[in-house]
């Protein structure tokens, strides 16, 4: 995936770094669905004469449990919790 360019100059790499352990967490949250495709982000500071800027990009790592993708990161079904049925108790009505 691209590179995306974070138009903010920060005046600091400590800054500039704080940004990027930010917009990693929080991209890394939007893009991660729970039985869906999984990303990692990472992120790039680079100074631009006295200023520093922030990239970053998407890389896909992979599915979860469930995809049927084959590439051995799925745990092993045995290990699931086994469901159990539930009873469904009906509410009486009140006696008038």
């Known amino acids: 995936m691209e590179w ?3 138009q903010t100059l920060y005046s600091s790499e ?3 770094l704080k940004i990027a352990n930010i917009v990693a967490t929080t991209e890394a949250r939007l893009a991660n669905q ?3 495709p ?3 982000v ?7 004469e006295d200023q520093w800027q922030v990239f970053w990009r998407k890389v896909f790592i992979g ?10 990161s799925c745990s092993d079904s045995s290990s699931e919790p086994k469901k159990t049925l ?8 009140p006696s008038v």
Do not use: D
């Open 34 to 36: 729970p039985t869906g």
């Open 86 to 93: 539930a009873k469904v108790l009906p509410f009486r009505k």
């Open 38 to 40: 999984q990303y990692e």
């Open 14 to 16: 400590k800054h500039a």
């Open 4 to 6: 995306v360019k974070i």
């Open 63 to 72: 599915n979860k449990t469930g995809c049927g993708g084959g590439c051995g």
């Open 42 to 48: 990472e992120t790039r500071v680079e100074q631009i």
